[in-house]
């Protein structure tokens, strides 16, 4: 059973920063990609980024290119997902999950298993 478990969150002005991490534990697909997603208040979950197994390919949704970057510690199990120049509009509660298949652009969370509880962003004007 895998267990994901983000953290990082919290508070920040418009154009600051945050990472979030992503710990990975239990049983782990081989070469699984690790994805993340976001759900504002009264919107559906969307695609933010995904990264592969070896961390040589990524993947980010329009609305974060440049300003984003996912990157991963094999070693540690941990995901990152590095957040700069944040906007209001980036406020969400952000989620790590597990996708088996190995395809790093995939952005629909129906690909994906194991899900983290999320942590919340939320980013003042």
């Known amino acids: 059973q895998v267990q994901l478990v983000e953290s990082g969150g919290g508070f920040v002005q418009a154009g600051g920063s945050l990472r979030l991490s992503c710990a990975a534990s239990?049983?782990?697909?081989?070469?699984?990609?690790i994805g993340w997603f976001r759900q504002a208040p009264g919107a559906e979950r969307e695609f933010v980024a995904a990264?592969?197994?070896?961390?040589?390919?990524?993947s980010y949704a329009d609305s974060v290119k440049g300003r984003f970057t996912v990157s991963r510690d094999n070693a540690k199990n941990t995901v990152y997902l590095q957040m700069t120049s944040l906007k209001p509009e980036d406020t969400a509660d952000y989620y790590c999950?597990?996708?088996?298949?190995?395809?790093?652009?995939?952005?629909?969370?129906?690909?994906?298993?194991?899900w983290g509880q999320g942590t919340q962003v939320t980013v003042s004007s």
């Open positions: 999950a597990v996708q088996s298949g190995g395809n790093p652009f995939a952005n629909n969370p129906q690909l994906y298993g194991a």
């Open positions: 239990g049983w782990m697909y081989r070469n699984y990609v």
């Open positions: 990264i592969s197994w070896s961390g040589r390919t990524t």
